[in-house]
């Protein structure tokens, strides 16, 4: 069966790109055998150590081009103020003008391949179809991993169905050629002149997010940067979070927690539905149901070990393709922060001679993995992957938890109110930048959500969506917030995180079960400290203390720097957020 809108889409865009040849990708393990070799012949891709490594490829990127670039990223809207002060905006017809120009001729002599990929299990009314049409194998074989490909995606699509038109191209892989641009109007995206995932799988970043967020408001859903897992408990309930933090706040460790011994032992156990994307929408029960678009996962690297998170290293053992990381002589992979001994001798991601204890030319240190090399692995492989990965309907969706790093502001964990008060929670949600962000160390930067580089539209409305989905709802998900990373004044963590974030994670269903009464407090519900599980845990009574409390005058604070946020909306902020922000103000002063 033929769709005649991508057949001439593909068509024009060949037109203009001018491969030598186009190949329909099907998706066959033949056809991955055949990409990979070709790959390997051309050196775009290197094989590690198969006997360590099983079915894994390496690659490294143009050093130019490790990271998404959200400077050259823009929202291609007729009307600027519909993209909003969160994104770049370009008018449709610059985009196209301007990216036409560098696309135009750019696959001379190159093959470009036409993806057909499924974001969600085939066969769900709620999943969205995209092709990607790109001339890089590296992008097929990643997709391949991220995505469900091939044929059974056009067979989904059949004869006349929607999909978003994804277009990539390396052309020079010049940073100065480099464009990312949204058409949220004709469900289009054009990446040219980058070869970085985030940058060119567009069915992530680009489509899950920029574009399904656009498209969630106009039909009524929620496309998030969020993570989904099940918690077990011991009577065989399994109860579903989603939770949004910004990069570099332990959103995959999250994802595949494994419970501390004492709560093993008990029969807790936690199951993995997703690590970075949420697609939510409101079911005929009038709940709020999830599922994870996405088939793989596309992990930060550097600090993945048997300690920190068992789950991604047991899942990266095969399959997996590896960007950016040091490659030993052996053909061994490693990165900084593995617990492994790393390679006598090998090359570092740039390519260069690399050995353990290297330092450059004014005595620093040389790392071996890039801060951003990846991993690309399948959700399959994953030990605490869910049985409910491929379930047409997704998950219900218990509580939502909204998550950053705050050194002495939020609490460990508080809840909000209700509905409304949790979208104002997550609309004033910052992080602090950690060393491996540009910017001043600890300065604060408000992230949304955790959706600031992915929203697709302007944030404004943006939270009136948010606000409008929970009247729509009969029981919606509470709505937490929690943070990982206080300390005391000497600078020391006052929580150990990892496994133990199950502590109050608990907390956190038992608040949804009403089995658990709780402190009213300015900026929510905060635990009574003896309703935190600490057992087998040494954390003292003071710490705790400290970990829960609300200070007015770190607040008061905080909410200035909250309404000059909200100001740059300007009339657009809807009243409610307005109305929510007042309230904390007139509760620090009552309750204090
Ligand atoms: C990611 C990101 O790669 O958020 O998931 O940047
Ligand atoms: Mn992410």
């Not at 033929?2 to 190949?23: N, T, Y």
């Not at 807790?268 to 994307?277: A, M, S």
């Not at 009969?474 to 000497?490: A, G, H, K, L, Y």
């Not at 946020?565 to 007139?586: N, S, V, Y």
Request: overall charge negative.
């Amino acid at each position: 069966m033929r769709h005649s809108g991508l057949d001439s889409w593909v068509e024009q865009m060949a037109d203009m790109c001018k491969p030598e040849r186009i190949v329909w990708i099907t998706g066959t393990e033949e056809e991955k055998q055949r990409l990979t070799e070709e790959a390997l012949s051309t050196g775009e891709l290197i094989l590690p150590d198969q006997k360590k490594w099983p079915g894994c490829l390496y690659h490294r990127t143009a050093q130019n081009d490790v990271a998404r670039t959200e400077d050259l990223t823009f929202i291609c809207t007729t009307l600027r103020d519909d993209a909003g002060p969160n994104n770049n905006w370009m008018s449709p017809e610059e985009g196209y003008r301007r990216a036409g120009a560098i696309f135009e001729g750019s696959m001379r002599g190159r093959t470009m391949y036409v993806v057909p990929f499924c974001m969600g299990p085939i066969g769900s009314p709620f999943s969205k179809v995209g092709v990607e049409l790109t001339d890089s194998i590296y992008v097929v074989l990643n997709l391949r991993i991220m995505t469900r490909i091939g044929t059974e995606v056009l067979e989904q699509l059949g004869a006349a169905g929607e999909f978003t038109k994804c277009l990539h191209g390396k052309a020079e892989l010049d940073i100065k050629k480099r464009l990312i641009l949204h058409f949220p109007e004709d469900n289009a995206i054009w990446s040219v002149g980058s070869g970085y995932g985030g940058n060119v799988l567009l069915n992530k970043k680009c489509l899950a997010l920029r574009i399904a967020s656009f498209m969630a408001r106009q039909e009524g859903w929620l496309a998030e940067h969020m993570l989904i897992l099940g918690i077990e408990r011991p009577n065989g309930q399994i109860q579903y979070i989603a939770g949004a933090f910004p990069s570099a706040c332990g959103k995959t460790n999250l994802a595949m927690l494994i419970p501390p011994e004492p709560f093993k032992e008990r029969g807790y156990k936690v199951w993995t539905i997703g690590d970075d994307i949420a697609w939510m929408r409101i079911d005929t029960d009038g709940q709020l149901w999830g599922v994870n678009p996405e088939a793989g996962f596309f992990g930060v690297a550097p600090g993945t070990s048997m300690k920190t998170n068992p789950n991604a290293m047991e899942t990266v053992r095969k399959n997996t393709i590896f960007t950016n990381v040091v490659l030993g002589k052996d053909g061994s992979l490693w990165w900084e922060g593995m617990d492994v001994e790393p390679p006598a001798e090998g090359w570092d991601w740039k390519g260069n001679p690399w050995h353990p204890g290297k330092k450059d030319e004014e005595g620093k240190p040389v790392v071996g993995a890039h801060p951003n090399s990846r991993f690309t692995a399948p959700l399959a492989q994953c030990p605490s992957r869910s049985f409910r990965l491929d379930h047409h309907h997704g998950v219900p969706i218990s509580a939502i938890i909204f998550g950053g790093r705050r050194a002495r502001l939020a609490p460990l964990v508080y809840e909000s109110f209700n509905w409304a008060h949790g979208v104002y929670v997550g609309a004033s949600m910052a992080s602090e930048r950690t060393a491996a962000q540009f910017g001043k160390l600890g300065e604060v930067r408000r992230d949304p959500m955790a959706m600031l580089p992915f929203c697709g539209y302007n944030m404004a409305d943006y939270f009136e969506h948010w606000l409008r989905m929970g009247v729509r709802m009969n029981r919606p998900p509470r709505i937490f917030n929690v943070n990982w990373f206080r300390q005391d004044d000497d600078g020391n963590y006052l929580w150990p995180g990892f496994g133990d974030n199950i502590r109050v994670l608990e907390w956190i269903l038992a608040r949804c079960n009403r089995e658990v009464e709780a402190q009213k407090t300015a900026i929510g519900f905060v635990p009574k400290p003896e309703d935190i599980d600490l057992s087998g845990l040494d954390v003292s009574p003071e710490a705790m203390q400290q970990l829960l409390t609300v200070n007015k005058e770190d607040w008061l604070e905080e909410a200035k720097q909250i309404d000059a946020f909200f100001q740059t909306f300007g009339k657009r902020l809807p009243l409610e957020l307005h109305a929510q922000h007042e309230g904390l103000l007139r509760r620090l002063d009552v309750i204090g």
